[in-house]
């Protein structure tokens, strides 16, 4: 809900200028697109985020206006940093959701 309430907000804005260009820029994730095990609920999320900026890119093209979707993959934090879990090999490969 925060990621359609800023963009609302930051594209209201972008409208009452009047002036051409600016760029909304959303974070996203290759999990949104591909899926991942235990994280239905983040990869619905990503999934979401990719369609709000379709269409917001769609909204603004009127205006010269830009959306965009980062998905810059996966950095390496100090939550992701402490994790020793690896996945099971099945989960590595590709599975039904590719053949």
């Known amino acids: ?9 930051v594209a209201r804005a972008l409208v009452a200028t009047g002036a051409p260009g600016g760029s ?19 990869a619905a999320a990503k999934a979401g985020v990719q369609g709000l900026t379709r269409s917001c890119a769609k909204e603004l093209a009127s205006l010269q206006g830009w959306c965009r979707w980062d998905v810059s993959g996966t950095l390496r934090t100090w939550p992701m940093s402490s994790r020793s879990w690896h996945p099971p090999r099945a989960a590595t490969s590709r599975g039904p959701v590719w053949r």
Do not use: M
């Open 1 to 9: 809900q925060g990621t359609f309430l800023v963009t609302q907000a």
């Open 24 to 42: 909304i820029v959303h974070v996203g994730s290759v999990v949104g697109k591909v899926g991942n095990l235990g994280q239905v609920h983040y």
